[in-house]
């Protein structure tokens, strides 16, 4: 049996030396990753968002909530370069550009692959609708929130309305809780979450 005693004494030296090697990788990022505050909000009955049927958030446990840039009304264009040459609708615009969108700024846009600033904004007006609560916009496949259109503090006049309900942002610093998602909004309208994609599968 003692020529197995070198064999197990390396093993285990190499097993240590493996571990702490395994523990230094491991707790290294740790030091460099930014710490996230959590926090508690409780929601006084009667003073928030509703869902359609009437439920509203009691509690709600998350990230603190950072401040919303204000909306405005407006599509306007923003950085627009010197340079200029046709864009893809044929028209003669900037050759990059950024919009601001009801207060969000847009990636760069470029003639070669986007329309011209106003063709671009009439698309977008058509396809862009914003969040009955923080007036921000929301995209195309961007998933939503519906609320009770009597909920305190909706933006009626700027509000889509489904059925009873509007539609809202899910951006955490506007929506009480992701348990108000209902659907995406699409370039053909809203369209409701199925629930059957979102099913366990079970075996028999």
């Known amino acids: 049996m003692s020529h197995h005693i070198p064999e197990i004494i390396i093993g285990g030296f ?22 996230v505050e ?14 359609v049927d009437g439920t509203e958030v009691a ?38 550009y950024h919009l601001n969108l009801y207060g969000i700024r847009s ?18 007006k058509k396809e862009i609708i914003r969040c009955a609560v923080c007036g921000l916009p929301i995209c195309p ?12 503090g909706i933006r009626k006049e700027i509000a889509t309305i489904v059925d009873d309900a509007v539609i809202g942002c899910l951006r955490w610093s506007c929506c009480p809780s992701g348990g108000f998602f209902a659907g995406h909004w699409t370039e053909k309208g809203f369209t409701p979450i199925d629930w059957k994609e ?7």
Not at 198 to 204: A, G, Q, R, S
């Open 38 to 51: 959590i926090v508690t909000e409780i929601h006084p009955p009667g003073s928030g968002l509703r869902s």
């Open 107 to 124: 990636i760069e846009f470029s003639a070669k692959e986007a329309e011209c600033p106003s063709c671009l904004t009439a698309r977008i």
């Open 141 to 152: 496949g961007e998933g939503v929130a519906l609320y009770s259109i009597e909920s305190p």
């Open 14 to 35: 190499l097993g240590t030396l493996l571990g702490i090697l395994t523990l230094h990788r491991t707790f290294r990022p740790l030091s460099k990753t930014k710490s």
């Open 59 to 96: 509690i709600s446990i998350g990230p603190k909530r950072d401040a919303l840039p204000p909306s405005n009304e407006h599509i306007a264009l923003e950085s627009p370069s010197k340079k200029t040459r046709v864009s893809k609708c044929g028209h003669v615009g900037p050759k990059t």
């Open 198 to 204: 979102y099913e366990l599968e079970t075996t028999k």
